[in-house]
Every structure is written in C-alpha cells, then in structure tokens.
C-alpha cells in the first residue's frame, strides 16, 4: 500500500489548477482514517493519479505591473505550503495557562526532562569567544563525537539540529521533482522538507503493527525510482525499532537509506553509524537533543559516506553549529557517566508509565523502545478532546488525528513526579 503526493510543480500548477497527487490502493487498517476521497484514473503502472481538493490560484501577479504583490516572487511549489505545526513555545504556553513554567508537565515534545550535565552550563557561562565565529568545521565537536561513536571525525559533520541535516540532505540529493520515500506514520519533517524541496512524496504506510511493509518498499523503489528513503529508529510516534535484517533487505535496494537514530540511545540497540563505512548509500543521524537534554541549543549530527559527505561540506552554511552549541556539547560528552544514568532513569521511567497506561481504561499503550508511548485512545473518548483536558490541567501531550493515525495520543517519558501528576489527571477523567 503505498501513495505518492505530487506536490505542486509549476508545470502542475499552472496546467490543472489543483495540486496533483498520486494515489495507490488505500490501506484498510482501522487506525488509520479515511484516505482520499476525490476520483482518479489509472496510468500505466497502475497508479492512480489524483486531484487533491485544494485549488490553486492561476493568476501570475508579475502581470500587475505596479500593484506586484510580494507573493508573486516566492517560488511556485512554496505558494500553497503548509507551514510546519511547531508546539507552542514554553513560554507562551505558561502565560497562557496562567502557570509557572516549571509547573508545567511537558510530555508533548520528547525532550528530556533532566537537562544536560552541568558541565555544560559551566562551560556555557565560561564562553570565552562569544563575538568570534564558530569553527566551519566543528572541529573539537567532531573530535569528541570521534571518540564517542567509535567512527572517525572525517565520517562525520554537525548540524543545528537533525533537522538541519535532513533539509541538507536533501539540498544536496534531491532535483525538484525527484521523489523520496516516507514511511508513515513517522516524523513529519521528512515529508515537510521535501516540500520545501520541490520533491514528490511517495508514502509506505507502516503496517498495523507499525513494521516496516519492506515488500512494498522494494516494489516502490523499483517501479518510482525515489533518490532516498528515509527511515526512522526507533519510529517516532510508535518508538518501534528496525531490526538487521529489514535495514539489510533495504539497503540492498538502489536508493539512499537515511536512517534517523534520534532515539536511539533508549533503545538498547547500537547505532548503526559506522555501517557508513560498509554502506555507500547508508546515511545515519543523531542529536544530542534527546539524549543530553540540549534541545534548546541545537545539535545533531550525522555519519556519512566519503563519498557523500564533501558535498554536504560544501552545501552547508559555514556558521551553522554555534559556538554556544559547539561548546554545549562538547561539554555534555564529557560527562559520560551523567549521561548513562539519565538514559537508565529515562528508560526505568518508561516501563513504569507503561504499566500505569496500560491500566487506564480508555486507553491502550504500544510497547516503545524510546522515550515516549503511543497509545491509542479507546472507548469512545477523544484523542483531541484528552489532550485538551489535560492541557487545562497544565499536562501537555500530543494527539494525532489525521489521515496516516488518527484516535492516538504520544506521551513523553518524564521524570517519576511527571508520570505521577499525569496519572493523577488521567484518573481524573474517569
Ligand atoms: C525522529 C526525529 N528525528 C529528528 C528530530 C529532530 O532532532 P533535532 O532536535 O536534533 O533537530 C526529532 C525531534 O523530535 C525526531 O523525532
């Protein structure tokens, strides 16, 4: 079951007055909601090409001379984009509810609630060049991830974030109109880069268990030739892991496997980063985002082939880790045991939750191998509606009701106090 989303090009904008997108038989699992509705027609392949509902405006502005609207310049395939759904900033949401910050149970973003070692903070309060530029090369970054990889610096290159290096990929890999594979349901900034990217989505859904339909991946790439697929492990939101063997049968497919381990340090698994040596079309990522506490300050990184990593040096933004970031994660490496410890308070915490979960009785919690449950929400009650009773509560987690999962809530792993008031709340609602 797969579908692939055209999304526009100018020559489809302009041409039909609707974004195109293509369909390909719809997956019939109950936790997924209804797929498109609006006819097509079958080409060649058996593909049906589809009409999404969403019209597109046909007038150029460049031909009102002096009344040229500023939209008129942005690029075609950007005009009808949907902007990222970002959670609310920390602050806003404590004023909005009318509470402290530290009052808050922040369970909605998968960051991780211990914070970095203090050394970081030290190191933070102690910055020597601030008004310098940072190093290009994230030279005592890339030494220290090194050492903590096992893999040499020369495979390795630093970004703001993972997120960075998943729009940096792209820029280097994708023409507009090539296609990437997205296994949904999984992080949605793979399908909102390529966006960005004026490339085509082609969608395996994952299958009702949430594994990987490797089958289907391996007709898609044959028959669409997609440049990459992007891979999640463990999966955000089911926190579901991908084992040797589908990685394998994958890699040996003709496409860039870009394999994100965000979570990968509460799993219990190796990374597979030093596969990049052996794999010359395995890309992996990481951030210190989950596993530090460094959310804020914006670190990932990534192993690449050689072959593949001189271009991301040279499509990069010079300046792109900052020197608070740089020296932030520096610090935090340096402190090993500190790190160890928050991932075994992390992963203790989470079996707890999920026994607790598991009592409630409206709903019903996926075993996860990362920092965050997923849980489907049963008997009649209301993903949307939970989460906003629990925000009025200050508990904050996130709920999906959309086309690729709908009747679910994700909850991040806290400290014990954190489980303790959501279970409290939760308790309060039946
Ligand atoms: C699967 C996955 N990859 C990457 C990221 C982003 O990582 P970073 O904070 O390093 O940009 C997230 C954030 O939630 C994620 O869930």
Not at 15 to 24: I, M, N, Y
Not at 76 to 105: A, C, M, N, W
Not at 279 to 303: C, D, H, P, Q, W
Request: proline content about 7%.
């Amino acid at each position: 079951m797969y579908e692939v989303w055209l999304l526009p090009t100018p020559t489809l904008l302009q041409g039909s007055g609707f974004r195109v997108l293509l369909l390909h038989r719809t997956r019939t699992s109950r936790r997924l909601g209804s797929s498109c509705s609006v006819e097509g027609k079958l080409n060649r392949s058996g593909i049906t090409y589809m009409a999404s509902s969403v019209p597109v405006k046909e007038e150029s502005q460049q031909h009102l001379g002096c009344s040229v609207t500023g939209d008129s310049f942005i690029r075609h395939h950007l005009r009808k984009l949907s902007p990222y759904q970002p959670i609310l900033p920390f602050e806003i949401l404590s004023t909005r509810l009318g509470r402290k910050p530290e009052d808050i149970v922040k369970l909605d973003a998968n960051e991780n609630p211990y914070g970095p070692p203090p050394e970081v903070l030290e190191a933070l309060g102690s910055m020597r060049f601030p008004y310098i530029y940072p190093d290009p090369e994230s030279r005592s970054l890339r030494a220290a991830l090194a050492e903590d990889s096992g893999i040499e610096s020369e495979y390795i290159l630093a970004g703001c974030g993972a997120d960075e290096l998943i729009d940096l990929i792209m820029r280097c890999v994708l023409d507009p109109g090539d296609k990437i594979v997205d296994c949904p349901p999984t992080f949605t900034m793979y399908e909102f880069d390529a966006a960005v990217n004026a490339a085509l989505v082609i969608k395996v859904s994952r299958k009702s268990d949430f594994s990987l339909d490797v089958e289907r991946i391996a007709d898609v790439v044959e028959q669409e030739r997609p440049k990459c697929i992007f891979l999640t492990s463990p999966n955000n939101p089911d926190g579901s892991i991908i084992n040797d063997e589908t990685l394998l049968k994958i890699l040996a497919l003709p496409v860039l496997v870009v394999l994100d381990e965000a979570y990968i340090e509460f799993s219990g698994i190796e990374s597979r980063m030093s596969w990049v040596k052996k794999y010359e079309n395995l890309i992996v990522l990481r951030t210190f985002s989950k596993r530090a506490g460094l959310a804020g300050l914006r670190v990932g990184y990534g192993a690449f082939p050689l072959s593949i990593i001189e271009y991301l040096w040279r499509a990069k933004q010079p300046y792109n880790v900052s020197v608070a970031a740089e020296i932030s994660a520096c610090a935090a490496l340096k402190n090993p045991v500190y790190l160890e410890n928050i991932k075994v308070a992390l992963v203790q915490e989470r079996e707890r939750l999920f026994k607790l979960l598991r009592e409630v009785p409206f709903l019903n919690p996926y075993p996860s191998y990362s920092n965050f449950i997923l849980c489907e929400v049963t008997s009649g009650m209301d993903a949307k509606k939970l989460k906003e009773d629990l925000a009025k509560m200050a508990v904050m987690i996130r709920h999906y009701n959309n086309k690729e999962l709908s009747g679910y809530v994700r909850v991040s792993v806290g400290k014990p106090e954190h489980t303790d008031a959501l279970m409290e709340c939760l308790k309060s609602l039946y």
